[in-house]
């Protein structure tokens, strides 16, 4: 299973970014997929999930109402559409996915056992 991040980058606070995370050697429609997130100097956290069904998500108190994540079965990949950024968002970003086959949005980094390489995000004031 492998999945690649994309769509980092250096913007302004109140921009927009939309990330996407390829996946291979896993079909989406039956496993759960979560975003993380690491700061420098800070532990990694999560960002928010979508499970296997694609009609639930969940986030972070931080991020609710300004990001939100979507997938295309077509293409085996999710998206994090990132909305109002501020500097707080400043970070390496991850998915993640692991092998509960139907299973649901898990919120701890240990639940998950395939990452990706993560992509940066800058957000300047």
């Known amino acids: 299973v492998q999945l690649v991040e994309s769509g980092g980058g250096l913007v302004q606070a109140g921009d927009s970014l939309r990330l996407s995370c390829a996946v291979s050697?896993?079909?989406?429609?039956?496993?759960?997929v979560a975003w993380f997130r690491q700061a420098p100097g800070k532990a990694r956290e999560f960002v928010g999930g979508?499970?296997?069904?694609?009609?639930?998500?969940s986030y972070a108190d931080s991020v609710r109402g300004r990001f939100a994540i979507s997938r295309e079965l077509a293409t085996n990949t999710v998206f994090l559409q990132m909305d109002s950024l501020n500097v707080e968002d400043t970070a390496t970003y991850y998915c993640a996915t692991n092998d509960r086959r139907h299973g649901d949005i898990r919120l701890k980094e240990f639940e998950y056992n395939y990452w990706g390489q993560g992509t940066q995000v800058t957000v300047s004031s």
């Open positions: 050697g896993r079909t989406l429609s039956y496993y759960a």
């Open positions: 979508m499970s296997w069904t694609g009609r639930s998500t």
